[in-house]
């Protein structure tokens, strides 16, 4: 019954290689987001999907891009990684009226070699 | 968006009271203030959220003073558990709508 789940926890690949992160919530928010988590613990918005129109994308390389196929998903692409890119990426939900403010996933960490 | 402004580390020890004081000088009308916890390998976890003077729950208070251009997060005899960061976000709208600022973070460290 977890509320934002994603996939895989852990991803180690090669320079040049394209990967997927996936993303789910249950909670019938109507936005979810991707950060970035660097090493120093700096947590920065990529982007927010809210009833699958993308109303956020910070200045991050088109090498990135979100895929919504429903409200209840948004997934991550990665073309062309790079070391830089290695980070852990979270997945969070949250609704207009709610509270709680931001629900986050536990975390993808990518290891770029 | 507000840019916040937090020590960057604290130390404590179990039993006392620890406060957090997050600086947001910039920030606008609609703009509330959220703190998150987060511990190792884990993601963010909502602990409380404000507009203005007091809030309090379960786990801890907010003090926003009224210019809201600085809030304290203040958690009430701590135990080893609470080792953790902590984060002030500063945003438009009740839920921070995704336009918001995470400040770098406090890494709060309670010793025995």
């Known amino acids: 019954d977890t509320a934002v789940s994603q996939t895989p926890k852990y991803l180690v690949t090669q320079m040049g290689n394209d990967k997927s992160i996936k993303c789910e919530q249950n909670l019938g928010h109507d936005t979810m987001y991707w950060y970035k988590q660097d090493s120093k613990k700096f947590l920065k918005i990529m982007f927010s999907y809210n009833n699958k129109e993308l109303i956020i994308n910070e200045t991050v390389p088109n090498r990135f891009s979100p895929k919504s196929p429903d409200k209840a998903h948004l997934n991550l692409h990665i073309n062309s990684l790079e070391l830089g890119d290695s980070a852990v990426y979270f997945c969070?939900?949250?609704?207009?009226?709610?509270?709680?403010?931001?629900?986050f996933g536990s975390g993808t960490r990518l290891t770029v070699v | 968006l507000a840019k916040t402004t937090q020590p960057i580390s604290m130390d404590s020890y179990e039993g006392q009271e620890v406060n957090i004081t997050c600086s947001h000088n910039n920030i606008a009308t609609n703009d509330y203030i959220t703190w998150y916890q987060q511990f190792p390998s884990q993601g963010p976890r909502f602990i409380i959220q404000?507009?203005?003077t007091k809030v309090t729950n379960e786990v801890a208070s907010l003090f926003i003073p009224a210019d809201r251009k600085s809030s304290t997060l203040s958690l009430p005899r701590v135990s080893l558990s609470d080792t953790a960061v902590y984060y002030c976000?500063?945003?438009?709208?009740?839920?921070?709508?995704?336009?918001?600022?995470f400040g770098d973070g406090t890494t709060l460290t309670v010793k025995p």
């Open positions: 404000g507009y203005k």
């Open positions: 969070a939900s949250s609704s207009r009226g709610s509270f709680y403010g931001y629900t």
């Open positions: 976000l500063v945003g438009e709208g009740d839920t921070n709508a995704g336009k918001s600022t």
